[in-house]
Each structure stands twice: as C-alpha cells, then as structure tokens.
C-alpha cells in the first residue's frame, strides 16, 4: 500500500510565505515526477509545479519566480515554498507522485488528500 501525506496548509497573508511538504510511504521501488496541483472555487484542477526523479522541474507560468519545488529522493519527499502568495493563490493544494511498487510492472498516478491554502488578509 502506497500512501502521501501532505502538511504545511494554512492561512497566510497577502506578501506572505507557506511551505508545504508530501512524503511517500509504503513498499515503493522508485517514483519518477511528483508534483503539486491546486484546485480554486470554479476552477480545475491546474498544475503547479513538478520535477522529475532527475530533478527537472517546470512551473505553471502563474507561479513561476515565485513558488520553488524541490524533493529529497531519499526521504520520499517533495516540497513546495510558496512566496509572496496572493489572494488568488487560495486553493486547496494536492501532493501528486508516479510510483512504481513493489511487486508491480507498471507505475501509477496517487495523490494526497488536499491542504488548504488561504491567502486573506
């Protein structure tokens, strides 16, 4: 069994800084991207940013310069340092991971459970 579990959601000011955290936990034999996504009220779901198991990053053009990703391979873990967060920022971010298990041949898609993200002065 694989799981994510997401930490570091919260209500932040306008200009502030957020970081969130997802580590991966279970019989894992690699995970190649991990990423995180965001869901507003009325909206989709929308990348944020992700990287890959080399270290590849890329970043929805609305968070770039702003938000920086990054993952510890060997904690199976990812982050995200969300910076000078704006109202329009509010959403509820979700932890996402390609992991091979073990036993498997084929890698899948899992998630976290969301973190809400409130950015209100």
């Known amino acids: 069994q694989v799981q994510l579990v997401e930490s570091g959601g919260g209500l932040v000011h306008p200009g502030g800084s957020l970081r969130l955290s997802c580590t991966a936990s279970?019989?894992?034999?690699?995970?190649?991207?991990m990423g995180w996504y965001r869901q507003a009220p009325g909206r989709g779901r929308e990348l944020v940013a992700t990287?890959?198991?080399?270290?590849?990053?890329n970043y929805a053009d609305s968070v770039r310069d702003r938000f920086f990703i990054s993952r510890d391979n060997g904690k199976l873990a990812v982050n995200l340092e969300m910076n000078s967060l704006k109202p329009e920022d509010t959403a509820v971010y979700y932890c996402?991971?390609?992991?091979?298990?073990?036993?498997?041949?084929?890698?899948?898609?899992?998630w976290g459970k969301g973190t809400l993200v409130t950015v209100s002065s």
């Open positions: 279970g019989s894992i034999v690699s995970i190649n991207v």
């Open positions: 996402n991971a390609n992991i091979l298990r073990l036993g498997s041949i084929q890698s899948m898609n899992y």
């Open positions: 990287i890959t198991s080399g270290f590849s990053t």
